[in-house]
């Protein structure tokens, strides 16, 4: 009951918030239309910018809002991240779903298309908001299919049909749109106020509104969600048992950080450095997950999954709490399990190899060769990346020890690290300052290899380093080859009839005893490696231990996604949004105001009732020949008032009888 009345409670929210939205555009539309009716009224006398400035700089948050608004109401589109898989190209598969969607009581779905994604998710694209019956698609993640077991991966899929049994899809639809579409009109307002400084100066208080809204949004519909995953574990663990089940949640938790590792520390820094991609980046994976250094870090994974807390955000509960309601259920029986010997599920390596493309896409993608080939060149790379901080080291304690060490080749190129160079060093007692300084230039997770032991035994990577040098010549030379361990370095397997350790041995004692470089030099001569030798040239990686080639632009290729990616996009649209609604207000402003009505002069107005001229107008009811113009009539000036003087202030003069008279 509580349930449903946080659901009903979540979709009233979201009918607000779709009736707020409404109420904003219309209120601007409002606005605009005031203006612009204020710009053509006679009495206007200059144009409305105030309005029309407030106009523009609201249009990107309420174009925005409502684009958000409208993308996640209607069915979502298909995703261009997926490969969708036909039968023919995965009969076990899809044969495999089927029978798990007649064993949960649910049609199956109508397409599978496969991710790069630790996960498996179901979406029924309806109208509606999700409340009419619609397309149902299976989304499978590749990498599970490339770490999980048979029954793991039964389980996995018995559990993303049980949402379907359960009805699950139509709430989950509403409110997986209902919290996009506020993360998106979100995410308009932000990039409205990163492209608009007017918008800059307001956008804080409808940012923060919002993320309330939101957060109250997810707040009601996070627990139903999560009751929906714990009923559809229960579904699963009917059809697939609850120790499937529960090992599968467990191995998945694992799979997804093995795969994040696998893509941060492998795959990204190869591309950088070398610029080599593999074909099939999901069927190295699935030889890193099986291999046998891994299966102690592996079960460290699922331990440290099971004591992870619940993200806030996440719609599933915490791994402990799913785990703990599994252990409540009974187990299954013997005999009644539907497959009791589960067969591998696979697909064509086609659609791998056209995932691995969606994955790494781009013009600096890589140029991509067989993943077999691929992890050969990776381990030699794992192994020989410490040769470059050695031979910085080694002409750092040349320079400062004043030897010669910038020997002019026939090319005119300094000399190039050798076994001989480092040995040179050694017989001459600089030991300690060449592995202080190959020290200072290790990485900042290599300096200490075992504990504390490049601070105790500061030798101990200047013999690695060594030893390192005599494989790559051994490899050079094609007597012995790398091989890939996932957990540190590479392992050299050398010529037959030595042991892999005997080169370290060799290395080390060189390194640590004086007077034993001659010995070493003995062992490499009767395995023909010539200690004068330069190290040879990485193909692959385009350089040499000493340094790219010189006049070779440095790579720079990144496994993530840079700023100039869709944000940049938004941001871009956003200006020109702004730019062209606050242009072409203006302009029809400027319009309206200048072809406005004058106000004529004060008097009877000139109607088609009183202009005679007019047909029908006037007194009579044909036209005077002639227009007749009668004088206008102006306000009557006030007369001036008369000036009198005042009586009997001003004395009279007679001047009469001072006049002369004429005489007779």
Request: proline share 10%.
């Amino acid at each position: 009951m509580i349930a449903t009345a946080r659901a009903l409670l979540a979709l009233a929210l979201l009918a607000v918030f779709y009736a707020l939205v409404a109420a904003m555009a219309l209120l601007w539309a409002a606005f605009l239309v005031a203006a612009l009716w204020t710009a053509g009224t006679p009495e206007a006398t200059t144009p409305p910018t105030t309005v029309v400035t407030a106009c523009a700089a609201f249009a990107p948050i309420v174009f925005g809002m409502v684009w958000a608004v409208i993308r996640t109401a209607r069915p979502a589109a298909p995703r261009a991240d997926a490969v969708t898989v036909t039968r023919r190209g995965a009969p076990e598969l899809w044969r495999t779903v089927e029978e798990l969607a007649l064993e949960v009581g649910t049609r199956p779905p109508g397409h599978i298309k496969l991710t790069a994604e630790v996960n498996a998710s179901v979406t029924e694209d309806a109208p509606l908001l999700g409340l009419a019956p619609g397309r149902r698609v299976l989304y499978l993640g590749l990498p599970l299919l490339a770490g999980l077991s048979p029954a793991e991966l039964r389980a996995v899929l018995a559990h993303e049909l049980g949402h379907y049994s359960g009805r699950h899809s139509r709430f989950g639809a509403v409110a997986h749109r209902g919290a996009a579409g506020l993360v998106a009109a979100r995410q308009a307002i932000q990039d409205a106020s990163a492209a608009n400084d007017l918008v800059r100066l307001y956008a804080g208080v409808p940012l923060l509104l919002l993320g309330l809204y939101t957060h109250v949004f997810r707040w009601l519909t996070r627990p139903v969600r999560r009751r929906q995953e714990l009923e559809a574990d229960r579904e699963a663990a009917r059809v697939a048992g609850p120790g499937a089940v529960a090992d599968a949640l467990c191995s998945t938790a694992a799979l997804e950080a093995a795969w994040q590792e696998f893509l941060a520390d492998f795959l990204a820094p190869m591309r950088r450095a070398t610029g080599r991609i593999p074909d099939d980046p999901f069927r190295a994976f699935a030889h890193m997950v099986e291999a046998p250094e891994l299966r102690e870090p592996m079960a460290a994974l699922r331990a440290r999954a099971v004591e992870r807390p619940a993200d806030p955000d996440d719609a599933h509960p915490a791994l402990a709490v799913r785990l703990e309601r599994l252990s409540r259920l009974p187990a299954r029986g013997p005999g009644t399990d539907p497959f009791p010997s589960p067969e591998p599920l696979s697909v064509q390596p086609r659609y791998a190899v056209a995932l691995g493309r969606v994955l790494l896409s781009g013009p600096d993608a890589g140029t991509r060769m067989p993943w077999r080939d691929w992890l050969t060149e990776l381990a030699e790379h794992r192994a020989a990346r410490i040769l470059t901080p050695l031979a910085e080291a080694v002409r750092g304690v040349e320079e400062t020890e004043a030897m010669v060490w910038k020997k002019a080749e026939p090319d005119g190129e300094p000399e190039r690290l050798t076994i001989h160079r480092v040995l040179r060093l050694l017989d001459g007692g600089r030991r300690m300052p060449l592995a202080r300084a190959l020290n200072a230039r290790l990485p900042e997770g290599e300096r200490m290899p075992r504990g504390d032991q490049t601070e105790q035994d500061p030798l101990a990577p200047l013999a690695g380093a060594l030893a390192v040098l005599i494989g790559a010549q051994l490899v050079a030379r094609g007597t012995a080859y790398w091989a890939m361990n996932w957990t540190g370095p590479s392992i050299l397997v050398p010529p037959d009839g030595i042991a892999p350790e005997t080169i370290r041995t060799w290395a080390d004692t060189a390194v640590r005893l004086p007077g034993q470089t001659q010995r070493l030099g003995l062992h490499l001569a009767a395995l023909g490696v010539d200690e004068r030798a330069p190290l040879p040239t990485a193909g692959s990686a385009g350089g040499t231990a000493d340094g790219p080639v010189p006049g070779e632009k440095a790579r720079r290729i990144s496994i993530s996604p840079g700023v100039t990616g869709p944000a940049r996009q938004r941001i871009t649209a956003v200006r020109a949004l702004a730019l062209t609604v606050l242009l072409g207000l203006t302009g029809l402003t400027f319009v309206l105001w200048a072809n406005r009505d004058e106000p004529s002069y004060p008097g009877t107005p000139v109607t088609r009732w009183n202009d005679r001229y007019q047909p029908g107008g006037g007194t009579g009811t044909e036209p005077t020949p002639f227009p007749t113009y009668q004088r206008p009539t102006f306000p009557a000036w006030p007369t001036p008032p008369a000036y009198h003087l005042p009586s009997g202030s001003v004395p009279s003069i007679h001047i009469a009888p001072v006049i002369p008279r004429s005489t007779p």
